[in-house]
């Protein structure tokens, strides 16, 4: 299997890239699949089923919106968020799909979308299954999805569905270990962003790989500023979580025009992990809040990349683009072997997937992009998921919103903390990232299910929803 940095970050909408995205996008390729064999001119009524974790809490990740939306055609990367909502409420009421946008259908969202609590598909905790029928009700077509993490869709034929997306794509430095990442490095005398650009010249030229990147990088500024300047109080869902971001920047800029109105620089020694919080909870809750959203790796864990590559831009002397370009390198290189070697999916891994491989990622890129050695930098990386081993999924009211925004902000600091302890090092350490990752899979497999987002257990069990 080969994989981009453009695999790992990917455009799409909140509050989840497995329930949400992936779902949306399997909806899409379902449709697609019926109008290039000319099937979708016979289909009458569709429906699906979801189940696994998509079935336990896809009603407050948006599952149920995202298949309605994927089987009118919409894409989780160009699809209107602030009328979203609308589209699928017009198709509920109204009793019709447009479906691939081109074809109405007759549409009854309680019987034809249906959330299985309680079954589960074979290969993966997030599985979907969907039918086409012609008018006389035969079926014309059945397919099962699989949404693994990130927003990534594999179907049933899929071997080793929680990681397998097809791509044969033979790179010129291939590495699905820690180890081997390494070697490549020793053996050419490159930095970890420099082996991933070789290998990413094996899809597209340099220019547009840079200007794909920094399109990413775009997203994650305009869904901070988003998530500052949203004017509603709470965050949808029933549970009324009170939205912080727009409030605490006001907050934070008034206190620094104060603090620096005499042209000195603010004292505080820790001014800057005020903005990293502000950064991550407000790309979090603009996720919560249905928004634009950059996977990295995750929806769930979206915040945590941005936050620390806005501490980067913002309080690091020197920062430029090519910085970001070489962060957002290094820290895809990291998430592919989360991807290849585990799974970043919350479903399957709890959040040690998620938010702990984000960590990761973003420990690793920051101690890159600050003058970290390879080795440094595998280090940081380790750091970063060794100290969210054995972290639960557990969204209360099956909302992605407690504990996870906050949790975002916390894990943004624990990666600037991870890369600075790692600098100061020469990046010998007795645990390997390989080791570190294998012990997050196996500790996965060990989790009971009601901490892999089905809000069966912890906090969602222990927190009134009120």
Request: net charge negative; charged share 20%.
């Amino acid at each position: 299997m080969a994989l981009s940095a453009l695999d790992l970050f990917s455009v799409g909408i909140g509050p989840s890239s497995s329930h949400t995205v992936g779902p949306m996008r399997a909806a899409r390729r379902f449709t697609a699949g019926l109008a290039a064999d000319g099937v979708l001119e016979s289909v009458a009524r569709v429906r699906a089923e979801l189940f696994g974790s998509l079935g336990a809490t896809g009603w407050g990740h948006g599952s149920d919106k995202a298949v309605v939306l994927g089987l009118a055609g919409e894409d989780p990367e160009t699809v209107d968020t602030d009328t979203a909502d609308d589209q699928v409420r017009e198709a509920a009421t109204g009793g019709k799909l447009v479906l691939a946008g081109a074809r109405p259908v007759r549409f009854d969202f309680d019987a034809d979308v249906i959330l299985h609590r309680r079954k589960t598909l074979p290969a993966h905790p997030n599985g979907m299954t969907f039918f086409a029928y012609d008018d006389a009700g035969a079926l014309l077509r059945e397919r099962t999805y699989y949404s693994v993490g990130g927003g990534f869709v594999v179907d049933e034929d899929a071997a080793g569905a929680d990681r397998i997306v097809p791509d044969a794509t033979e790179l010129p430095y291939p590495f699905t270990t820690g180890a081997q990442l390494l070697a490549h490095c020793r053996a050419e005398g490159k930095s970890i962003a420099q082996i991933m650009l070789a290998n990413e010249l094996s899809w597209r030229s340099e220019d547009e790989l840079r200007t794909r990147l920094l399109h990413i990088w775009n997203v994650m500024q305009q869904c901070v500023e988003n998530g500052c300047t949203r004017t509603e109080e709470t965050l949808p869902g029933g549970m009324k979580v009170r939205r912080r971001a727009p409030g605490l920047r006001r907050k934070l800029r008034a206190a620094e025009a104060e603090a620096t109105a005499d042209g000195k620089p603010v004292s505080d020694p820790l001014w800057a992990m005020e903005w990293v919080n502000l950064y991550a909870l407000a790309v979090n809750e603009e996720n919560a809040s249905g928004g634009r959203i950059v996977t990295a790796p995750t929806n769930g864990a979206a915040g945590i990349i941005p936050a620390v590559l806005h501490f980067y831009t913002r309080f690091v002397p020197g920062a430029n683009e090519d910085g970001v370009v070489d962060f957002l390198l290094t820290a895809a290189a990291i998430g592919i072997l989360f991807k290849e070697n585990a799974s970043i999916s919350g479903a399957e891994m709890g959040c040690q997937g998620e938010v702990g491989s984000a960590c990761s990622m973003a420990a690793g890129a920051l101690c890159a992009v600050l003058g970290g050695t390879p080795e440094q930098v595998e280090n940081a990386a380790e750091v970063g998921i060794e100290h969210n081993l054995g972290l639960t999924c557990d969204p209360v009211g099956g909302l992605v919103q407690i504990p996870c925004i906050e949790r975002n902000a916390i894990a943004s600091v624990k990666a600037i903390n991870a890369a600075r302890l790692c600098l100061q090092g020469d990046g010998t350490h007795k645990v390997t990232l390989d080791m570190a990752i294998k012990t997050m899979r196996d500790t996965g497999r060990d989790m009971k299910v009601k901490y892999k987002e089905t809000s069966r257990g912890g906090l969602a069990v222990n927190v009134i929803e009120c």
